[in-house]
């Protein structure tokens, strides 16, 4: 267990979302979202002053302030109610472990993915190790990652997002360059009714995948906690996970920026 509430202990279980709503808007749904899953505030946060840029968090360096406040503050803070900070990093608990939400890395210039993470129980171990507590913890992790992960979706306007494990998840611009997007993805359904042959595109490039339809849109799981189908897990190679990037980033190219 880790004694930070900013630091889950590893590996990190990373749940990610993208979305072109204004950021401090995107944040205090993330952690609406996060409360409703069962986490709770910790009163421990840091901000930075609103017109602060940054590509990654470390870039802000001495104008991050650590905070420790009550509940009623915290909330405000992480709702966006102080015109003159912004909360870069909030930190939560759940079951003991620390949850934190913060923006993830744009060095691209788009606008900041949001990222949910905490320990990825369960999925610690590789599976040929895992003994039956390990799967039904790696089961629970992932359930409530992809309930999260569906309702950060909803709450965001998301176009797209991800559940990995130590995996950032690109921006559109990152995924329009060449980068990979890894993990259990899952695609809008305001993006693939603009886009109808995304998610034909996407199960063609992750053949053995299992194709799930959700309310908030469609979850392509490939690692076995993740499935219900009961399969044996299917790992996309390199190829694969950028051919998925590349889809989904013209994808979203052209949902905002059609021709």
Known sequence: ????????????????????????????????????????????????????????????????????????????????????????????????????????????????????????????????VREEPDEAAARRTAGWSVALLSRMVADTGALYGTVTVEEPMPTPAQLASGAELTGTVLVSLRLTDAVPDLVPAMAAALPGAQELRLPEGTLFAGVRPFRTDGRASVWADHAQDTEVGRLVGTAVNDLLHPA
């Open 1 to 128: 267990m880790s004694t930070s509430p900013f630091y889950p202990q590893p590996p990190h279980l990373m749940v990610q979302v993208w979305t072109p709503r204004p950021p401090l808007e995107a944040f205090a749904a993330v952690a609406l979202a996060v409360q409703a899953s069962g986490a709770e505030p910790t009163g421990a946060v840091e901000t930075a002053p609103v017109g602060a840029g940054f590509a990654w968090l470390f870039d802000l360096d001495d104008a991050v302030r650590r905070r420790d406040v009550d509940v009623e503050t915290f909330r405000q803070l992480v709702s966006g109610a102080d015109d003159g900070v912004r909360v870069v990093r909030a930190a939560f608990v759940r079951d003991g472990e620390p949850v934190v939400v913060e923006y993830g890395a744009s060095p691209a210039g788009d606008p900041h993915p949001m990222l949910v993470a905490t320990y990825a129980a369960g999925l610690d171990l590789p599976e040929e």
